[in-house]
């Protein structure tokens, strides 16, 4: 079985292009050959600057004989339809041909086309209808090959390509060469290719100035093996390596280490074919600038790895990586890197000193400035909500054990730097540089780290920040992001959520209940949904007050917490109806108190007792339902015991006293897994009742004393939770 080598060679592809270029080359052009019969043994794609490369393993020389049934319409019916399903089958014909192929169908005749495939009538379900058995004949590899790389070039999914020449065809940069052999033990053979003056061959070059010259390949390993020599890696994952391993080894050689960012590994290695790790010296002037500065600076404009001295946790060296190597051993290129670095960090160091002078004198100007700055066009400026989180923020803080005044303080200054110069060259530092410019300032460390954190989480994966301060404005901030884009009805629809919606309601969620905090929902909802609609001027519902419309607010956006809870539980193994049961109880906007009834309740149902208690619970709701539907009247008190006459009636009395003793107190002290407990405990008395006593007894008195007395178990079971939702 033959080996395929396919190589499409072009002008540079962009880094963060090549990987996904590589897997659609995959893709594409396995999909098209097992679509057309063939099948392979294992494959491979590759990706450099200039080129990607697909390597497929035992290859079938040819596709299988196939046959294939299809179904047409009736022979009498519609001649139209007739006639577009035989031309579907590729027989294309004047009209009269086909009046005359059709009445020869009516009479029973069989029509041979396309080699050995034919049509012929046959009775399906009562009717006569048209039925073609189509064989394809098999085709060789080199001809499957040919029309599906063909196809994968002119249809290739780049996110932006070029035109260049006179050719309709786009490629991501102009497309050189095209590489296309299959090989066996008998040698290898190309397969014919042409796309726009492009033909296939079995030539390739190396790297663009160390081994430019064209040279031939017979198959994967003697391409991958000769590129090497011609100072071409092939594998991404190898050039990678090869950096990582220098620029530690160069690093570690002064006592020095590489700040660890796979991202920029993987970027700057899909920059190079050929890498050459170089070391360079961060002039003494900068030296003192932040180190995130220094290697946001570095990564975002030079890719550049930042080199930190463990000892002071300072940036004091960078590498940079060549693809060229050079008589003077990189002296050249590493100078010219510094010269330009030099520039880079001469401006970081001037925006670093204007920025200090203002954080000193109070960050008044810039804290003015963002009253010039729109949030939305619906919500106001960044100082309208600014003010607004300040507020929220003072008022949260006591539910999260944070100082009151500290909280509106770092409220107020937490997005001071987005007016700074910092910030404004690099937005990705924000947060950061305000923490930076807060300690500067004078400002108390919880409030200076507050205005780093208040933005976190911002994924699942992000830490949560545990510092009271930082947690109040964290909440606050969040939730004005909620509370306002409900009241301009700007929510999330299916999968658009282009505010971040979600993520800033899992952000509350993961604040909450990571910090154990007890913070009522409704309440910062409503009171903040107040001093949003007054403050912005948001109108009304032309049916609704003031407060029916924050209310409704509220109530919408919680039900949007209760469902980002769900996402967030069920990952953590909480069926969903266990959730609903509990958010039907009180207290459903405090997530914490919410989450607790809901592990305790999920425990409880994982034990026989808790399982078995559910059945019992729902059998005595449905009989005690029906009962009341049927007699109009509630079944809610007045079980006595002194109406018992079965031993089991009695122990079940008992039962309930006793779990109702245990039950009030627990749920007082928010002692959920003991309440449960407690209402698991009379699932042995439940069953018992079930099986010796008979509830629709002909005695009236006992009947509805028997009744009071389901009553009972369904008000102590829902006490805990509403059991109405458990599935099951």
């Not at 794609?45 to 179904?71: I, M, V």
Request: glycine content about 6%; aromatic content about 8%; hydrophobic content about 45%.
């Amino acid at each position: 079985m033959p080996d395929l080598l396919i190589e499409l060679f072009s002008e540079e592809i962009p880094a963060r292009m090549q990987t996904r270029a590589a897997d659609d080359l995959k893709k594409l052009v396995t999909d098209g050959l097992v679509e057309a019969g063939l099948t392979y043994a294992g494959a491979a794609a590759f990706s450099t600057p200039r080129r990607l490369a697909l390597s497929l393993d035992g290859l079938s020389a040819e596709s299988p004989k196939l046959k294939e049934e299809k179904k047409g319409p009736p022979i009498d019916g519609n001649p139209k339809a007739i006639m577009g399903y035989m031309r579907s089958l590729g027989m294309e014909a004047p009209d009269s041909w086909y009046a005359d192929k059709i009445d020869a169908l009516r009479t029973g005749e069989v029509i041979t086309f396309s080699e050995s495939s034919i049509l012929f009538v046959q009775e399906v379900k009562g009717k006569r209808v048209l039925m073609a058995t189509l064989e394809y004949l098999p085709r060789t590899a080199a001809d499957i090959i040919a029309e599906v790389l063909e196809k994968t070039i002119r249809n290739f999914p780049w996110p932006k390509s070029m035109r260049w020449g006179d050719g309709p065809l786009k490629w991501v940069r102009p497309l050189h060469s095209i590489i296309c052999i299959l090989s066996d033990d008998a040698g290898a053979q190309v397969v014919p290719v042409d796309i726009d003056g492009i033909a296939s061959g079995d030539r390739t070059r190396g790297h663009r100035f160390l081994a430019p010259d064209a040279f031939s390949v017979t198959g994967f390993d003697d391409y991958e093996a000769k590129l090497k020599r011609a100072n071409v890696i092939l594998r991404a994952d190898e050039r990678a390596e090869l950096i990582w391993h220098d620029a530690t080894n160069q690093a570690f050689a002064l006592g020095l280490e590489v700040v660890e960012d796979r991202g920029l590994l993987a970027e700057v290695a899909g920059l190079v074919e050929w890498p050459v790790v170089l070391l360079g010296q961060i002039a003494d002037d900068f030296l003192g600038l932040p180190p995130e500065l220094l290697q946001t600076s570095m990564k975002e404009h030079q890719k550049f790895f930042s080199v930190r001295n463990p000892k002071t946790s300072r940036i004091e060296r960078f590498v940079t990586v060549a693809n060229m190597e050079t008589a003077d051993h990189g002296a050249t290129i590493l100078a010219g890197n510094q010269k330009v670095l030099f520039a880079r960090l001469a401006d970081a160091k001037f925006f670093w000193e204007n920025d200090l002078r203002v954080a000193k004198a109070g960050m008044d100007p810039w804290l003015e400035s963002l009253s010039n700055v729109t949030f939305h066009n619906k919500l106001g400026s960044q100082k309208d909500r600014i003010d607004r989180i300040a507020a929220l923020a003072r008022e949260i803080a006591p539910a999260v054990g944070a100082d009151p005044d500290l909280a509106e303080q770092a409220a107020r200054v937490a997005k001071a730097d987005l007016s700074s110069e910092m910030v404004y060259e690099f937005p990705e530092l924000q947060g950061l540089m305000g923490r930076y410019y807060a300690t500067e300032a004078g400002l108390d460390a919880s409030v200076a780290a507050a205005c780093q954190e208040h933005y976190s989480p911002l994924g699942p994966s992000d830490d949560v920040p545990t510092a009271p301060v930082s947690v109040a404005v964290a909440l606050a901030d969040k939730i004005d992001t909620l509370t306002g884009f409900w009241a301009i009805d700007e929510k999330p629809t299916g999968s658009k959520d282009p505010f971040a919606l979600r993520r800033a309601a899992l952000g509350v969620i993961r604040l909450v209940l990571e910090n154990g905090n007890k913070v009522p929902l409704t309440a910062a909802i409503d009171g903040h949904g107040q001093q949003r609609f007054s403050v912005v001027g948001i109108p009304l519902h032309k049916d609704r007050s003031l407060t029916e419309t924050i209310s409704a607010n509220a109530f919408d956006l919680l039900s949007f917490f209760h469902d980002r809870l769900k996402v967030f539980l069920k990952d953590k193994g909480i069926r969903h109806d266990i959730i609903d049961a509990c958010i039907a109880m009180p207290g459903n906007d405090d997530l914490t108190l919410l989450v607790k009834r809901a592990e305790a309740l999920a425990a409880t149902l994982a034990t026989d007792d808790g399982e078995n208690l559910i059945q019992g619970f729902k059998r005595a709701n449905n009989i005690l339902t029906q009962a009341e539907e049927k007699d109009g009247v509630e079944y809610s008190y007045g079980a006595d015991i002194k109406f018992a006459e079965d031993d089991a009636e009695k122990a079940l009395f008992v039962a309930l006293d006793a779990a109702d003793a245990k039950i009030a107190p627990a749920m007082a002290a928010e002692d959920f897994s003991t309440a449960m407990a407690a209402m698991a405990a009379i699932r042995p008395a439940v069953d018992a009742f079930f099986t010796d006593v008979q509830v629709n007894a002909d005695s009236q008195v006992l009947r509805r004393n028997r009744l009071n007395l389901l009553s009972r178990i369904r008000n102590i079971c829902l006490s805990v939770a509403d059991l109405t939702k458990i599935e099951g």
